[in-house]
């Protein structure tokens, strides 16, 4: 909590509550179901919570804002992001079912209002988001082809709807077709040596009718 206090020093006494659980709860149930591997679980503030709130550091959802999650795992950025943004509504899909248990589980014992989850792959799911999160499940082409038609129309945001990803290394061979994508680096937000390498790229998609 220390690191997270460090960077968000504002947060409510209700979202330091939720934050302060997170731990106890991913390590009950990664115990039962191994969804974050022995490492991370140990290091589940850097390594997972504060990376997802990278995001965070890029744009703040309005209230109101619909936000899909793809490829969630075990919940990440949704659930951290889902915290930090209590009056946005979060969908955490992942199509394997043993991973949303332990994110149900983690969303019930936090009382978690604001996030439902799908068993599903994302190319099944119907609606339209302001924005669509991830945290590396695919090559950017890959991505975008998946969640193609899901961007909303409405425009909330001085940053355009469509795709905020969490990626690392070079990434100028994977995006050399996007001219739109702007390319945020953690390391300009977090000091520690995880996030020399961590990026946040936000790809402008338009509404598809």
């Known amino acids: ?9 504002d947060l409510t006494e209700d979202q ?13 149930w990664n115990l039962k179901i191994n969804v974050v591997s022995r490492k991370d679980i140990d290091e589940l503030y850097l390594r997972h919570v504060l990376h997802s709130l990278g995001i965070a550091k890029v744009i703040e959802f309005k209230d ?3 936000i899909l999650d793809v490829g969630t795992g075990g919940g990440f950025p ?4 889902a915290i930090m943004f209590p009056e946005c509504s979060f969908h955490l899909v992942d199509s394997i079912a043993k991973k949303l248990k332990v994110v149900n589980e983690v969303v019930e014992g936090l009382g978690l209002t604001n996030v439902k989850t799908t068993h599903s792959r994302v190319e099944e799911i119907k609606g339209n988001y302001d924005f669509i999160v991830s945290r590396a499940v695919a090559a950017m082409p890959t991505f975008v082809h998946w969640v193609k038609g899901k961007i909303a129309k409405e425009q909330k945001h001085d940053l355009k ?10 990434l100028s061979e994977e995006l050399k077709d ?3 994508t702007t390319i945020y680096n953690l390391s300009d937000f977090f000091e520690e040596d995880f996030y020399e390498t961590k990026k946040v790229v936000h790809l402008p998609l338009k509404y598809r009718g």
């Open 1 to 9: 909590m220390k690191l997270l206090s460090k960077y968000f020093p």
């Open 64 to 66: 109101g804002s619909q």
């Open 161 to 170: 709807n469509g795709i905020i990803y969490l990626k690392g290394g070079d």
């Open 16 to 28: 330091i509550e939720k934050f302060t659980l997170l731990e106890s709860l991913y390590q009950d």
């Open 178 to 180: 996007y001219q739109t």
């Open 78 to 81: 949704g659930i951290p992001l």
